[in-house]
């Protein structure tokens, strides 16, 4: 038999932060952006009582929990903390297929001979990621698919641990809302109740045909969904095809002349990122979003990999340079795509400054990892409008 787990750290920032400060502990802790625009990252469970959410305008949080603790998210530690996590996972399968920073999926198909009955597999791992961490607790849901294991990790949060066995599936979806279906988005749940469906299970007991006319390949893919019917692998271990970094500003920035330290800043932040994970980066992108919230993206191909930040920075004010901006300016984001491992990357070493540069910036690295992020700026940063944030 088939059998999947999905494991889902519970509000991971926010129980990061209660675990490096005791005095947070039982507060409403709430993990944001900090500005008139940030947006929330993630909230400890005693701040959602108060009905603040992940994605929720920052403003819109302080007015329902005043009493929360604010925090500006530390990627840093988090991923640190991802990495001991994911480590423990591995102990348990060699087929891991990670989503995000605080979750994965296990194909643990024929594990049971040596790790024993999904409840003790489950018990198992959620106390090793307790002891790896020193505290924190992950979400189980064990199943014979991808979609039944997902949504059973998240039945009873937090430090949860739910099982479902094959013959159970239909009847632990079918009361769930739509809202619960994988891939149906907020207007996509408001479609299918509009049509009569509210529950999985009213989606399994439809004709698939009419569901296929009403709502095209996406009813055929929520009808089988709602039949445990979900083949898909576990992919173990998904190559990252990018990596970028993207700041919401606090005032809008007019023209290139404005616009250029903060895409300076968000290069030295994929160079930085690049340099840890041991890749490189074969295409640079930009990203820039109006105050009218148009959309307006550029990429080139580079002439040799790279994850020195100034080649970033190169390739995309080249790009910047290609646009017309009429609007101001409200987020800026560059991406570096088409990864290859460091290893694989061929470098002239007799071309340019790029290894000096290189070293530089990696022990630029080493300052900032171990004295923080405002030990060194760019001497352009000090007079920036906006500090940079994600």
Known sequence: MRLVLHADMDAFYASIEQLDDPSLRGRPVIVAGLSGRGVVSTCSYEARRFGVRSAMPT????RRCPQGVFLPPRFERYHAVSEIVMAVFRRFSPVIEPLSLDEAFLDLTGSEGALGPPERIGRALKDAVREATGGLNVSVG???TKYVAKVASDFRKP?????????EARAFLAPLPVARLWGAGPRTVERLESLGYRTIGDVARADPA???AELGRQGEHFHRLALNDDPRPVVPERDTKSIGYENTLERDLRGAVEIRPHLRRAADEVGRRLRRAGL??????IKLKTAGFRLFTRQMRLSEATDVAEAIYAAADALLAQLELVEPVRLVGVTGYDLTEEAAA???LFASATPRRRALEATLDRVREKFGDAAVQRADDLDAADPPRE
């Open 59 to 62: 403003a819109w949080a302080r």
């Open 142 to 144: 064990i199943a014979d």
């Open 159 to 167: 430090d949860g641990l739910t099982i479902v066995r094959p013959e």
């Open 210 to 212: 009419r569901l296929a």
């Open 280 to 285: 490189r980066a074969r295409g640079v992108r």
């Open 346 to 348: 061929q470098l002239d």
